[in-house]
């Protein structure tokens, strides 16, 4: 079961570019979380939204949870070659059993 | 505070062998759980544990099993592997994020598991 889609699937871009990585589910959740993970290593948290409209700022990154808690943006101003990685979503909590869903991930490649 | 750890790191097996990942985490947090990462499928739960004394299915339990040893060590068991479970496996505890009202996962290094 899919609960969380996530667009595009993969994303190559030239340093300084933007972009925008979308995260999207037909199903209301308490939170959404945001992670990056680096070949080799686990899923390292970057973010954590919990109310409709949320907008939260981490430097260059801009997280974006919808007004009806279904859906997730992630932006990004300025790419680096250093934010090359995977990026997750997941939703979920104590509202599901603390059950958490991931998204299949954009994987990200920023050319220097 | 070392967050979430896993061994092993690697581990090669053949078809019918059976091992165990350990996984344990300093940070007193309740749940525990165990995920496998496949290419283009994402992360995958395959049992977690909301607290000390409770496990429960994920999405993809068969094949494995788990135990939860107390509230820091959280193991998953390969009782007869199949090339089928060659995958990268993480284990992942959550906690409550202070102030925010809502629980996130700390995950560990992974072991990458491939299976002859």
């Known amino acids: 079961t899919q609960l969380l889609e996530q667009s595009p699937q993969f994303l190559s871009i030239q340093e300084g570019e933007n972009l925008t990585v979308y995260c999207n589910s037909s199903?209301?959740?308490?939170?959404l979380q945001w992670y990056r993970q680096e070949p080799g290593e686990g899923p390292v948290l970057l973010v954590t939204v919990v109310t409709g409209g949320e907008v939260k700022k981490l430097k260059r990154l801009t997280f974006q949870f919808g007004d009806a808690r279904k859906d997730s943006s992630l932006h990004i101003t300025a790419a680096q070659p250093g934010d090359t990685g995977l990026y997750l979503c997941?939703?979920?909590?104590?509202?599901?059993?603390?059950?958490?869903?991931f998204g299949t991930g954009t994987s990200l490649t920023v050319i220097p | 505070n070392a967050g979430v750890t896993q061994t092993p790191k690697f581990q090669v097996l053949k078809t019918g062998q059976s091992m165990t990942l350990q996984c344990a985490q300093d940070?007193?947090?309740?749940?525990m759980y165990w995920y496998r990462q496949d290419p283009g499928m994402g992360l995958r739960l395959i049992y977690y544990s909301a607290s000390e004394g409770t496990t429960d299915k994920g999405e993809v339990p068969n094949g494995y099993n788990v135990s939860r040893l107390n509230k820091r060590e959280f193991s998953l068991r390969l009782e007869s592997a199949a090339p089928s479970q060659t995958s990268v496996y993480f284990c992942?505890?959550?906690?409550?994020?202070?102030?925010?009202?809502?629980?996130?996962?700390?995950f560990g290094p992974g072991t990458r598991l491939t299976v002859l």
């Open positions: 940070m007193n947090h309740n749940s």
């Open positions: 199903s209301v959740f308490s939170s």
């Open positions: 992942a505890s959550s906690g409550n994020l202070v102030g925010a009202g809502a629980d996130t996962q700390y």
């Open positions: 997941a939703g979920g909590g104590p509202d599901t059993g603390n059950q958490f869903y």
